[in-house]
T-cell receptor, first 109, second 115 residues
Framework: QKEVEQNSGPLSVPEGAIASLNCTYS??????FFWYRQYSGKSPELIMS????GDKEDGRFTAQLNKASQYVSLLIRDSQPSDSATYLC?????????FGAGTRLTVKP | GAVVSQHPSWVICKSGTSVKIECRSL??????MFWYRQFPKQSLMLMAT?????????EQGVEKDKFLINHASLTLSTLTVTSAHPEDSSFYIC???????????FGEGSWLTVV
């Protein structure tokens, strides 16, 4: 079992829809969770971090964390073509940051 | 957020030569920096973890004598690709953490082409 798992996609949504990206992790002791966005040919950039169970909203982005079920998700509301990218989930597992392989999102106009 | 700068952004070198890539944390001290390689349409692959003042820890399958990493200060780590070959052509990315287990910020990445 991989430490951090994401569906590789591609995930395709129409413009204006909600894109839902999911991530599961193996270490119950994980304390902090991050979502990064990576455009093709560019390095990853931090979108959000979340540390507590529940939802955290930042603009069109909402991160959701459920430690009991060991999953973290990212919702993108009102998806735009400019949101098309690969989204990486990262989990801090007892001091070691582990990245998922990423989910490729395509938002179609 | 914190800023990590990587240089050069693009580099072309001849086969058999060495090339150095620098990674700097501009507004924070990074006790730990990370080096990744990414081939087109593939995932980030962690190459090594670099701790200031000590030897880097390499991931399995990464040749430490080919990919020399030096972390001489709290704000600078360098990756030197020695005796480069065309198969070393890739996107190399560094990252730094603001503290143990804290947020990781990435540099802009360096495209290496070996001809």
């Amino acid at each position: 079992q991989k430490e951090v798992e994401q569906n590789s996609g591609p995930l395709s949504v129409p413009e204006g829809a909600i894109a839902s990206l999911n991530c599961t992790y193996s270490d119950r002791g994980s304390q902090s969770f991050f979502w990064y966005r990576q455009y093709s040919g560019k390095s990853p950039e931090l979108i959000m971090s979340i540390y507590s169970n529940g939802d955290k909203e930042d603009g069109r982005f909402t991160a959701q964390l459920n430690k009991a079920s060991q999953y973290v998700s990212l919702l993108i509301r009102d998806s735009q073509p400019s949101d098309s990218a690969t989204y990486l989930c990262a989990v801090n597992q007892r001091g070691d940051m582990r990245f998922g392989a990423g989910t490729r999102l395509t938002v179609k106009p | 957020g914190a800023v990590v700068s990587q240089h050069p952004s693009w580099v072309i070198c001849k086969s058999g030569t060495s090339v150095k890539i620098e990674c700097r944390s501009l507004d924070f001290q990074a006790t730990t920096m990370f080096w990744y390689r990414q081939f087109p349409k593939q995932s980030l692959m962690l190459m090594a973890t670099s701790n200031e003042g000590s030897k880097a820890t390499y991931e399995q399958g990464v040749e430490k004598d080919k990919f020399l990493i030096n972390h001489a200060s709290l704000t600078l780590s360098t990756l030197t690709v020695t005796s480069a070959h065309p198969e070393d052509s890739s996107f190399y990315i560094c990252s730094a953490e603001t503290g143990p287990g804290n947020t990781i910020y990435f540099g802009e990445g360096s495209w290496l082409t070996v001809v």
